[in-house]
Structures are given as structure tokens and as C-alpha cells.
């Protein structure tokens, strides 16, 4: 039985679909890393919203004095992002940008992940890490958020358990924690979710 998973054509998506319709779309910073940011006294820096999407993630974080660069692989994205960022005002940068294949130089102090590594074919994971290893400042955080095996909806993206994700991650990062909880957003029923704080070795 193969575990191919099938994923929309980002681009597609995003050029034809309102983003507050999204399921995965939440307009204030995500709860789970708001306590995290507090929890680890994280206040400012430079920070990379990774597979940034709607880009509110961006938003909330430049909001706060935070640094930010926001990558997505989708070019309406990236264009609908560059808009909203000129609406509100905001000097948040965004690239388009493949998290597997990246051309991001520079380090971050902070890099979120609410949605793209648990989308990548698990071949490709230790790329994502290579990638990971190679843009989390020394001392920095990098905050994963990925579906967990709890979810009990069987489509969309893959899952994981906190021993999985210290089995992907070990020899690089340090996973400080990974805790069951739920992705935030217009759902009736929020999918199931990991919260993962994770710090280079």
C-alpha cells in the first residue's frame, strides 16, 4: 500500500481561493506559539514564517517588533502577502521560496512552521532538516506545528507522533517538547495537531 498523499496545486489554490476560506486560516498569531514566544521569553529577532500562506502568522509576529520574512512556494501567495503587507503598513519581506530546494541565506532567531513540513514526501524530510539546520541561529527556536496521529480524518497531510518527530530531528535539533493539541481555525471540528519547540545541537 503506498503512502503517496495528494496535495492541491499551491498556486492554484491561492489564485483562486479567498484566503479566510482556507481551512488552515487564523487571523491572530496561533495560540500554541504566542504561549511558546512567552513561555521562552522569545520577544524579538529575526524571524521566518515558513510556508507563510495567508501570511497572518507574518502579520501578527511583525506586529509584535519581530523581524520577518515570510516564504511560501506559491507565487499568488507571495503577491497577495506583498499586498496585505502594503495595506496594513507592515515591513514584513516575502519570498517565493522552496523549503527544499532553498535559496535563503542569513540566519533566523525564530522560524515557524504551522503547515509545510507535514505536506513534504517523506523522502525529502532530511532535506527539510538539512535546510532547517542550515537557517536556525544559533540559540534560536524553530516552532513545528504538524498534524498528529490522533487526527482521525484519513486525508490531507501526513502525521506524527513526538517520537517521530525527535527520530526526523535528533541529531540536530534538540525537540525541547512536543505536545498534542489542535490547529486553530474555522473548522467546527480543528484537526489534530503537534506543537514542537526545537533548538539546535
Known amino acids: 500500500m503506498s503512502d503517496e498523499r495528494n496535495f492541491p496545486d499551491w498556486q492554484e489554490l491561492y489564485r483562486s481561493t479567498p484566503a479566510e476560506s482556507l481551512p488552515w486560516y487564523h487571523a491572530t498569531l496561533d495560540p500554541d506559539l504566542e504561549q511558546a514566544l512567552e513561555r521562552w521569553q522569545v520577544a524579538r529577532g529575526r524571524a521566518l514564517d515558513l510556508g507563510t500562506g495567508p501570511a497572518t502568522q507574518a502579520f501578527a509576529l511583525a506586529a509584535r517588533g519581530f523581524d520577518v520574512t515570510g516564504t511560501d512556494l506559491s507565487h499568488a501567495a507571495i ?12 515591513a ?17 532567531d525564530v522560524v515557524f512552521d504551522r503547515g509545510c513540513f507535514h505536506c513534504l514526501p517523506p523522502a ?16 534560536g527556536f524553530f516552532f513545528l506545528k504538524c498534524f498528529s496521529v490522533l487526527e482521525p480524518f484519513d486525508q490531507g497531510p501526513y502525521r506524527f507522533t513526538p517520537e517521530a518527530l525527535r527520530e526526523i530531528f535528533g541529531a540536530d535539533f534538540e525537540v525541547l517538547s512536543a505536545e498534542e493539541t489542535i490547529y486553530h481555525g474555522p473548522r467546527e471540528q480543528p484537526p489534530r495537531a503537534l506543537f514542537a519547540v526545537l533548538r539546535p545541537r
Do not use: C, I
Request: hydrophobic share 40%; net charge positive; charged share 30%.
Open 79 to 90: 503577491e497577495q502577502a506583498v499586498a496585505q503587507a502594503a495595506q496594513r503598513g507592515l
Open 92 to 108: 514584513a519581506r516575502f519570498l517565493q521560496d522552496d523549503v527544499l530546494d532553498s535559496r535563503l541565506d542569513g540566519r533566523f
Open 124 to 139: 525529502r524530510r532530511g532535506d527539510y532538516v538539512s535546510t532547517l539546520k542550515r537557517l536556525v541561529a544559533p540559540g
